[in-house]
Every structure is written in C-alpha cells, then in structure tokens.
C-alpha cells in the first residue's frame, strides 16, 4: 500500500488549494479514505472522510461548508479541496487507509 499526497503550499487566509492523494497498492475503490491533520504541538485530527465509492462523506466541525472530499476511484486518487482557508488550517496534512496506511504527508500554510 502506498499513499502519496500533493498540491500543499502557502497561501493567504482567503485562498483555496487542493489536495491530492494518490493510492496504490490495493483495491482504492474498495475503501473509505480519509484527510487528517496535524498541526505544531497538536495532535492528528480527522478533517474529511469519504465512503467506499463516494456514497457519503463526513467533515470535522471546523472545516464544514469550507472543505470538501471527493474520489476518482478511475484515477486511484482521493482529493481535498479547501476554501476559505484561515491561519488555524495550518498543519501538515495526511491521507490514510485504515488500518494503518498513511502518506508522507504535504504542508499546508496559510498567512494571514
């Protein structure tokens, strides 16, 4: 199993990006995935989750009607698109497949 994110990077409160994972490995459309974060000092916290197929999603209370999840289960990919970014959105950000893959992670700034 191998998870690789991309598409972090700075950017003023206000802006957008999105986030990438790429999957390999297994059967991606087989499985939920999920965003997690983790922020200096913090502990990892889920963001987003998105069910086998993309049927139903489930966000954080800090990220809803900002953040949304989707998959391309074609591509192998799981994406995270974020707007309305604010400096607390800072972390360094995680794709994972249960029970125990994670990506290497991509960092997320946002100035304010």
């Known amino acids: 199993v191998q998870l690789v994110e991309s598409g972090g990077g700075l950017v003023q409160a206000g802006g957008s990006l999105r986030l990438s994972c790429i999957a390999s490995?297994?059967?991606?459309?087989?499985?939920?995935m999920s965003w997690h974060r983790q922020a200096p000092g913090k502990e990892r916290e889920l963001v987003a989750i998105?069910?086998?197929?993309?049927?139903?999603?489930n966000y954080a209370d800090s990220v809803k009607g900002r953040f949304t999840v989707s998959r391309d289960d074609a591509k192998n990919t799981v994406y995270l698109q974020m707007n309305s970014l604010k400096p607390e959105d800072t972390a360094v950000y995680y794709c994972?497949?249960?029970?125990?893959?994670w990506g290497q992670g991509t960092q997320v700034t946002v100035s304010s």
């Open positions: 994972y497949r249960r029970p125990r893959y």
């Open positions: 490995g297994f059967s991606f459309s087989r499985y939920d």
């Open positions: 998105i069910s086998s197929e993309g049927g139903s999603t």
